[in-house]
């Protein structure tokens, strides 16, 4: 339920600010992946969105994936360079 509220806040304001998108998507992939991802990065690169950090488990990374595109939809490509190790 989250999600679509924060998605709905965004979608409403027709002058939303790349950098609110960004803070928004940082902060769903913390809450999703409950702060598993180390050194969290997200970068806007023209329609795609860009994940980077490290994680200790691929599940972790998918949790972030997923947290991600239940936030921006068919919207944007989202690319997970999310090291595991």
């Known amino acids: 339920m989250q999600l679509i509220e924060t998605q709905d806040a965004l979608s409403e304001r027709p002058e939303a ?3 609110d998108l960004i803070v928004a998507i940082e902060r769903e992939v913390e809450q999703a992946a ?4 180390a050194g969290l990065s997200v970068i806007r690169v023209g329609d795609a969105i ?36």
Do not use: K, M, N, W
Not at 34 to 37: K, L, P, R, T, Y
Not at 51 to 71: E, I, K, N, P
């Open 17 to 19: 600010d790349p950098d």
């Open 34 to 37: 409950c702060g598993q991802v």
């Open 50 to 85: 860009v994940l980077r950090g490290r994680s200790r488990t691929y599940h972790a990374s998918q949790l972030a994936h997923q947290a991600v595109l239940d936030l921006v939809g068919d919207s944007a490509q989202v690319v997970d360079l999310i090291l595991v190790s």
